[in-house]
T-cell receptor, first 114, second 112 residues
Framework: GQQLNQSPQSMFIQEGEDVSMNCTSSSIFNTWLWYKQDPGEGPVLLIA?????ELTSNGRLTAQFGITRKDSFLNISASIPSDVGIYFC??????????????FGTGTRLTIIP | KAGVTQTPRYLIKTRGQQVTLSCSPISGHRSVSWYQQTPGQGLQFLFEYFSETQRNKGNFPGRFSGRQFSNSRSEMNVSTLELGDSALYLC???????????FGSGTRLTVV
């Protein structure tokens, strides 16, 4: 099945550092979403972006919807231990019935080095 | 407000058996989607139901099926299990106008 290209695949950082990850697609999307998944749990929605060029923040998280509608990035500032996990981007189209399925990225695994 | 509830959390089945997984969406949410998550393929869309009707279906064989009841609860069924069906199966619900899907904790299916 289709997956979006997400990079980097993994990151090893120290507490307090800023983090940046991005997601690209060969197709355009109407909505970009960013999720975080902890071990043994389902993904939790962090930020939703609905318009090309939109820049949205949620606390230390900032995400942008690319102008071409084919990419998005997520920044985390001043990382803390609870930021550890796997981050997924997801693109969504709007079809005749409303919101269509989510197409997920390959994930970025964030690890904080003590 | 209760989240999306999936049961059971863990399941071990033998090849050739069938399995039924259950999902109770957030109260008021009428859309329920199912996803399969594996290390190799990542998160892949299975199907989506809205008001008891399947609106969308992913690229999975016919052994994978689902349904939604009038109270929006949903079940998915996998028949003639194969080893490759071992995965975390995630259910997500959404209110029609809410673009953000809320996921449950998933059912971890192991086929031996």
């Amino acid at each position: 099945g289709q997956q979006l290209n997400q990079s980097p695949q993994s990151m090893f950082i120290q507490e307090g550092e800023d983090v940046s990850m991005n997601c690209t697609s060969s197709s355009i999307f109407n909505t970009w979403l960013w999720y975080k998944q902890d071990p043994g749990e389902g993904p939790v929605l962090l930020i939703a972006l609905y318009k090309a060029g939109e820049l949205t923040s949620n606390g230390r998280l900032t995400a942008q919807f690319g102008i071409t509608r084919k990419d998005s990035f997520l920044n985390i500032s001043a990382s803390i231990p609870s930021d550890v996990g796997i981050y997924f981007c997801a693109g969504q189209l709007e079809g005749s019935f409303g919101n269509e399925k989510l197409t997920f990225g390959t994930g970025t695994r964030l690890t904080i080095i003590p | 407000k209760a989240g999306v509830t999936q049961t059971p959390r863990y399941l071990i089945k033998t090849r050739g058996q069938q399995v039924t997984l259950s999902c109770s969406p957030i109260s008021g949410h009428r859309s329920v989607s199912w996803y399969q998550q594996t290390p190799g393929q990542g998160l892949q869309f299975l199907f989506e139901y809205f008001s008891e009707t399947q609106r969308n279906k992913g690229n999975f064989p016919g052994r994978f099926s689902g349904r939604q009841f009038s109270n929006s609860r949903s079940e998915m069924n996998v028949s003639t299990l194969e080893l490759g069906d071992s995965a975390l199966y995630l259910c997500a619900s959404s209110f029609q106008v809410n673009y953000g899907y809320t996921f449950g904790s998933g059912t971890r299916l192991t086929v031996v």
